[in-house]
């Protein structure tokens, strides 16, 4: 019996933007078994999409914390829900 998928969507503050941020998450996801998309948001945030089981979700979360690039992580924002359709992969947007 395969565990369930969960959707965070998740919002980065700090400095993430112009750091290498993304390529990170990026890389992180697909050493989590995280599929979804990590994208700039206009505010210097940072979005991601992250879809996985709970645990590989957790995983990745300390993961882009402790390792965010060149910069820096102050908080995350996170909504928890089952996702609607699911990705393939993991994608910068």
Same mark, same amino acid.
């Given at each position: 019996? /395969?565990? %369930?998928?969960?959707?965070?969507?998740?919002?980065? @503050?700090?400095?993430?933007?112009?750091?290498?941020? +993304? !390529?990170?998450?990026?890389?992180?996801?697909?050493?989590?078994?995280?599929?979804?998309?990590?994208?700039?948001?206009?505010?210097? /945030?940072? %979005?991601?999409?992250?879809?996985?089981?709970?645990? @590989?979700?957790?995983?990745?979360?300390?993961?882009? +914390? !402790?390792?965010?690039?060149?910069?820096?992580?102050?908080?995350?924002?996170?909504?928890?829900?089952?996702?609607?359709?699911?990705? /393939?992969?993991?994608?910068?947007?």
């Amino acid at each position: 019996m /395969s565990e %369930e998928v969960w959707e965070w969507e998740i919002r980065v @503050d700090g400095l993430v933007q112009g750091v290498g941020f +993304r !390529a990170a998450a990026t890389m992180l996801a697909e050493t989590n078994r995280i599929c979804g998309y990590v994208r700039n948001s206009t505010d210097g /945030s940072v %979005e991601i999409c992250a879809q996985g089981t709970q645990k @590989d979700l957790e995983s990745f979360l300390e993961a882009v +914390r !402790a390792r965010p690039g060149l910069g820096s992580v102050d908080q995350f924002k996170i909504d928890r829900h089952r996702p609607e359709a699911l990705f /393939s992969s993991f994608e910068i947007r």
